[in-house]
């Protein structure tokens, strides 16, 4: 037999709340990081050289794993974890 527990909907709110906010800050920081390697790979004479762009892609993963952990987190905090299933 499973045991199920619930989830109070404040919880809930709070978890997607945060979420989202990790999320727009972080996804905000990857398109300010990828306009900047556009610019700096755009203009004339001073481009960026590969150094510069590796660096910056190291950054912009490293941002990509932090929502992704910080996603995670906040679902296993409410009950969810990789693989789980929320049924209606």
Do not use: W
């Not at 109070?8 to 989202?20: E, F, G, H, M, Y």
């Not at 727009?24 to 556009?38: D, M, V």
């Not at 660096?55 to 905090?77: F, G, P, V």
């Amino acid at each position: 037999m499973e045991t199920t527990s619930c989830v109070s909907v404040p919880r809930l709110q709070a978890a997607i709340r945060d979420s989202a906010s990790l999320s727009h800050e972080g996804f905000s920081q990857i398109a300010t990081l990828a306009n900047l390697c556009l610019m700096g790979m755009k203009s004339r004479g001073n481009g960026l050289d590969s150094e510069d762009i590796v660096n910056t892609l190291t950054i912009i993963r490293s941002i990509a794993q932090k929502i992704d952990e910080c996603i995670d987190y906040a679902a296993a905090e409410v009950g969810l974890s990789d693989g789980a299933r929320v049924e209606e």
